[in-house]
């Protein structure tokens, strides 16, 4: 079983650059998630969505947008990269279950991305 | 708003030990659920436990049990006599069940050999 799967594992940028990380998910989870992890800071909301054609902005969106035109797909664009887009991407996903949602959510390996 | 507290950024424990993760949490919600994570060295998540404001109860698993109170609005997560395997970083996580999760700082507790 895949699960969750986040393309690049490791990226290197240099300031100014654009990039896609990709996350991709077989299980059929309406709900899909970006978060960062900072030293010190744990994990911070980026972008989310409940479904195809609907995403929302977290704690931290400036600088990133999100699109989500498949179930399975939930791509981040970097627009511009800075330095402060150093950090350890999450792509994480959640089953929508009217009634009883528990929020527990199914994680991605990361995506690490440093930008010079 | 809501707000994850784990006040201990790191424990050094030595094997066979017991430690005790604090987590205090704010929230406006009656209904809200709290989490436990677990990211070993090798970077993943691991999801541990997952328990709803309504439900008090302890929990024992294996090695592990959490002690919900909602009193002083703590969700504390034990590791009885801790291998070296346990070390880790430990995220304490609170959703309203909404699907968005709000983490703690994260705990990195290492158990030396």
């Known amino acids: 079983n895949a699960g969750v799967t986040q393309t690049p594992k490791f990226q290197v940028l240099k300031t100014g650059q654009s990039m896609t990380l990709q996350c991709a998910q077989d299980?059929?989870?309406?709900?899909m998630s970006w978060y960062r992890q900072d030293p010190g800071m744990g994990l911070r909301l980026i972008h989310y969505?409940?479904?195809?054609?609907?995403?929302d902005q977290g704690e931290v969106p400036n600088g990133y947008n999100v699109s989500r035109s498949t179930t399975e797909d939930f791509p981040l664009r970097l627009l511009s990269a800075a330095p402060s887009q150093t950090s350890v991407y999450f792509c994480?996903?959640?089953?929508?279950?009217?009634?009883?949602?528990?929020?527990?959510?199914?994680f991605g390996e990361g995506s690490r991305l440093t930008v010079l | 708003a809501q707000k994850v507290t784990q006040a201990q950024t790191e424990i050094s424990v030595v094997e066979k030990e017991d430690v005790t993760l604090d987590c205090v949490y704010e929230?406006?919600?009656?209904?809200?659920?709290l989490f436990w994570y677990k990211q070993p060295p090798s970077g993943e998540l691991v999801f541990l436990i997952r328990r709803n404001s309504f439900d008090e109860q302890n929990e024992i698993s294996g090695r592990y049990s959490w002690n919900f109170q909602k009193s002083t609005s703590s969700f504390n997560f034990t590791i009885t006599a801790s291998q070296v395997v346990d070390s880790a970083v430990y995220f304490c996580a609170l959703s309203d069940g909404a699907y968005k999760l709000s983490f703690g700082a994260g705990t990195t507790v290492t158990v030396r050999a």
């Open positions: 299980m059929n989870h309406e709900y």
């Open positions: 929230t406006r919600d009656t209904t809200y659920y």
């Open positions: 969505s409940v479904g195809a054609g609907i995403t």
């Open positions: 994480a996903s959640s089953p929508l279950r009217s009634g009883d949602n528990t929020g527990e959510l199914f």
